[in-house]
């Protein structure tokens, strides 16, 4: 990434001294297991990549947001008093988001004038996320608001519930937050709370096989928000049926409760319930193999979750469930699944480093034989684990 580049365009657009221009950093993520459990109040696991979005910025001399971005048209502009709706799909979106989130915890004096791009367009990374966590950033040290990790997570789940309308969980914001090189980031999504296990010194090194599927769409306009429904069905009918009066969410259903009264459950809402009890005991036993440096473990467990996600909570579209069969066949993976929401972007893989490359090329090929209709927007990229968010 350039930074000088981004630097320099933001003193051009907007005239301000380089000396008061910064730099935030705010990387993509990966979740080895514990898809979609996050926002029914599951444990998960995440790391941060060493690609990222970076917006270089300096406070506004009144309290007006001015953005460019390299990868996107046009600019944004609004003032921070009056901040307008969302728009269907506009990047400015999440500045405007962000700007809501924090005002409603904050006094913010300052706007921003900055430039952002982004390394990777595509989702599954949680793109979305590591945007609105770099507005955040770059908007409370404009202002002089010292905010911690946990609040920012909490500010970034405003974003994304209340003002873009997604009902996910705090997974991705926490990946990018807290991640630090060499080490597991476990969160627990029901108290906010989080561990960062080191990778134990057996276990090998790896990469990070990002293969991108060239299907793009918005999360708001997939059936995202639809399984969160059919998680909630699922865990009212259990709930009803262990006599239990509490919040409709997998979370609050006991393991016990969950074999005890699962034959209640059919159809949709069975088969989530059955991806939520079975993930969560494979994040449990994926902390253990991490722990012990059993990199093979990690990556079964890794696959495994791929394969709930596809059986189980049917999230997959067809070009991603292709990918994940390519990378779980290929030499020197470890183990694969798809990213993110998995109905669109790109499914990842741990691969051994010495293999990295052959992989890659590998599953590029075959995946261009099998979609060659997308031969235009597909790649693979070989990524490495990276520290979390930060200003630089
Ligand atoms: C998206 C959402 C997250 C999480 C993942 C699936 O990235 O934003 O909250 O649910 O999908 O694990």
Known sequence: MDIDQL????????????GDVRVVRSPYRICPMGAHIDHQLGPVTAMAIDRAVYLAFAPSND???RLRSLTFGGEIDFEIDAVPARHEDDWGNYARGAVE????KHTLSHGIVGVTTGQISEGGLSSSAAVGCAYLLALEAANDLHVSAEDNIELDRLIENEYLGLRNGILDQSAILLSRNRHLTVIDCATVTHELI?????????SILVAFSGVKQALV???????VDECAAAAGDLLRAAGRESRALLGEVTP????DHRGVLNGDPAKRAEHFFTERDRVRQGIETWRAGDIGGFGRLISESGR??????????EPLIDLYHILVETDGVHGARFSGAGFRGCSIALCDPAKAEAAAESVASRYRQKHPERADNNGVL???PADGAGIL
Do not use: F, L
């Open 221 to 227: 306009s997939t059936g995202y928000n639809q399984r």
């Open 63 to 65: 309290n007006r947001v």
């Open 308 to 317: 709930s996600s596809i059986e189980n909570y049917e999230c997959g579209s």
């Open 101 to 104: 989130a924090i005002k409603s």
């Open 198 to 206: 080191p990778q134990a010194d057996a276990m090998p090194d790896y």
């Open 256 to 259: 016990q409760e969950y074999a």
């Open 382 to 384: 070989i990524a490495r």
């Open 7 to 18: 630097i320099d365009e933001t003193v051009r657009h907007y005239g301000c001294n380089p």
